[in-house]
């Protein structure tokens, strides 16, 4: 039996009743409207006032907000689809799957390079200005991709010189692995990952502890900067558990087979929702700066709203008048 099709009989094996796929669905679906609006009131912030789009940190910030958009977005289609249309056609799997890699790859880098930043305007202030500037921030954010997409491409080249032009067009389950089954993508994919991390994880070490010392005895914002990366590595933390969901899967497949599906659902939430739920948290709210704006525009749409309403009531007056 070869992965793609021992994938379909674990998940034809554990298929929900229609009332429970009904349920996580809509909590999936509420999940993700209510994580993607939240970002969208920060893209929205920023956009608006110059004071965000000319400064390196919240170009960073903002965009991790946007990947965390076409994540989350993705990986709630590929959810519903699971449950609804249940096969789709490879080639079309591979365009989500592929987006879904290249935003999932991001994020660890991009929280390194925020890392960084800190580090930089708490250790080296007065050389702040002429490191971080918005056309070196920017070349970043290409690196970043340009990084992620040379990884995520490769398995499609991979697969390509491996399998048949046929393949693409059958019909498979939704997963990386039947979409990129070779063993050769797994290994890559599992070096790629392991090198991310440790470049990460030395990356947020060390600023997180140059910071600590600093911050003993500096300023406030150098103590905020280090709390900011140390949730930066918990956020981190949970990001991981992506790398190491299919030997979860496994685990729990063991553990608590009568209640597998239920198992994976927690995994998913606890995987995909929540590390993309503290962004807005770690700079919409904890940021003086980004909620003040933030809290002016939402005042502001409340207000135009009220004024709306007392516009549209006042004409609904006039008329039952006349």
């Known amino acids: 039996m070869n992965v793609s099709s021992a994938n379909v009989t674990v998940v034809l094996q554990y298929r929900d009743s229609f009332t429970k796929a009904v349920i996580k669905n809509m909590i999936v679906v509420a999940l993700g409207i209510s994580i993607n609006y939240i970002n969208a009131s920060l893209i929205h912030t920023f956009s608006k006032h110059q004071i965000f789009y000319r400064n390196p940190r919240y170009i960073l910030?903002?965009?991790?907000?946007?990947?965390?958009?076409?994540?989350?977005?993705?990986?709630?289609?590929?959810?519903?689809?699971?449950?609804?249309?249940?096969?789709?056609?490879?080639?079309?799997?591979?365009?989500?799957?592929?987006?879904?890699?290249?935003?999932?790859?991001?994020?660890?880098?991009n929280l390194a390079c925020m890392a960084v930043e800190c580090y930089i305007a708490i250790c080296i202030p007065l050389r702040h200005v002429q490191i971080c500037t918005i056309k070196r921030t920017l070349m970043l954010i290409g690196l970043i991709w340009t990084t992620?997409?040379?990884?995520?491409?490769?398995?499609l080249f991979i697969t390509l010189a491996t399998h048949p032009s046929g393949f693409f067009y059958s019909q498979v389950f939704c997963l990386t692995e039947n979409v990129?089954?070779?063993?050769?993508?797994?290994?890559?994919?599992?070096?790629?990952?392991?090198?991310?991390?440790?470049?990460?994880?030395?990356?947020?070490?060390?600023?997180?502890f140059k910071i600590l010392f600093t911050a003993k005895t500096a300023s406030k914002n150098a103590k905020k900067a280090r709390n900011t990366i140390f949730l930066h590595g918990f956020q981190l933390l949970l990001c991981m558990a992506s790398y190491v969901t299919p030997m979860l899967q496994d685990v729990l497949q063991q553990w608590f087979p009568k209640n597998f599906t239920d198992s994976l659902f927690a995994m998913y939430i606890a995987v995909q929702m929540l590390p993309r739920s503290i962004s807005p948290f770690i700079y919409g709210?904890?940021?003086?700066?980004?909620?003040?704006?933030?809290?002016?525009?939402?005042?502001?749409?409340?207000?135009?709203?009220?004024?709306?309403?007392?516009?549209?009531?006042g004409k609904t007056s006039v008329n039952h008048t006349v």
């Open 61 to 109: 910030f903002i965009h991790l907000v946007v990947n965390d958009m076409i994540q989350v977005t993705l990986t709630v289609m590929l959810f519903v689809i699971s449950y609804t249309i249940y096969k789709i056609n490879v080639s079309v799997c591979c365009v989500f799957i592929l987006l879904v890699v290249f935003t999932t790859e991001n994020t660890p880098l």
């Open 148 to 155: 992620t997409m040379f990884s995520g491409l490769s398995d």
């Open 180 to 208: 990129f089954p070779h063993h050769i993508v797994t290994k890559k994919r599992d070096s790629t990952y392991l090198v991310f991390l440790v470049i990460v994880w030395i990356t947020i070490s060390y600023t997180y």
């Open 285 to 313: 709210l904890r940021d003086n700066t980004f909620r003040k704006y933030l809290k002016r525009y939402l005042l502001c749409k409340v207000s135009t709203n009220a004024i709306t309403n007392q516009g549209d009531i």
